[in-house]
């Protein structure tokens, strides 16, 4: 069975405080990683893909990467706007499409 | 372009009674989703549509749950007769393909709460 694990849980950083959000995950075969945002009331956001290990992605202050065994998203110099929930989600090779997601870790930006 | 829309946005009902979610997915999206989220969990999947068939059911309450998706494009999702325990978001997204892996885009959601 494919699991996802996200750490922290929850994380408060002071603007400017650079810090990584931590995927670990088991799957039979990866076929992508998926990294999204959510804010409070809305569906998650679409941020990045990764496809294989020693991938990397960038999207402003964002940066995810992706081993054998574990995701990260970076975060340089966060923001009040980037707080949010964080998901990680897998897709497995095979069969089976669906994304299975972790429980996100919810980020809070202090100005 | 026009994402992912649902309705309605919130809905309240008592125990045992039914109620239906609408879906309207990306223009062109081939394949549709249907997902449940409890508070401070991750989505999880209950229905996968590729154009109106449907692609993965097995984690949907048969018993209770219902979707369709009748020509392709819009879907609903049924509850009947709800339970306590189904208060949660649901969530409808849309991939171009459902062979993947094609990033999936949400809708939204309806934030159901069953009393």
């Known amino acids: 069975e494919d699991q996802v694990t996200q750490s922290p849980e929850a994380l408060r950083l002071q603007e400017g405080e650079s810090s990584s959000l931590n995927c670990s995950y088991t799957?039979?075969?990866?076929?992508?990683l998926f990294w999204y945002r959510q804010d409070p009331g809305k569906g998650p956001e679409f941020l990045f893909t990764?496809?294989?290990a020693g991938e990397e992605k960038e999207k402003e202050r964002l940066k995810a990467t992706l081993t054998k065994k574990e995701s990260f998203l970076h975060i340089t110099a966060p923001k009040p706007e980037d707080s949010a929930t964080y998901l990680c989600?897998?897709?497995?090779?095979?069969?089976?499409?669906?994304?299975?997601f972790g429980s996100g870790t919810q980020l809070t930006v202090l100005p | 372009e026009a994402g992912v829309a649902q309705s309605p946005r919130y809905k309240i009902i008592e125990k045992r009674q039914s109620v239906a979610f609408w879906c309207n997915p990306i223009?062109?999206?081939?394949?549709l989703y249907w997902y449940q989220q409890i508070l401070g969990q991750g989505p999880k999947l209950l229905i996968q549509?590729?154009?109106?068939?449907?692609?993965?059911d097995s984690q949907l309450p048969k018993d209770r749950f219902s979707a369709e998706r009748l020509k392709g494009v819009d879907s609903t999702l049924k509850i009947q007769p709800a339970k306590l325990e189904d208060s949660a978001v649901y969530l409808c997204?849309?991939?171009?393909?459902?062979?993947?892996?094609?990033?999936?885009?949400f809708g939204p959601g309806t934030r159901l709460t069953v009393t």
């Open positions: 223009s062109g999206h081939a394949t």
């Open positions: 989600a897998v897709q497995a090779q095979g069969s089976a499409r669906q994304l299975t």
């Open positions: 799957v039979s075969g990866l076929r992508g």
């Open positions: 990764l496809y294989s």
């Open positions: 549509f590729q154009n109106n068939g449907v692609v993965d």
């Open positions: 997204a849309s991939s171009l393909r459902w062979q993947g892996p094609y990033e999936q885009y």
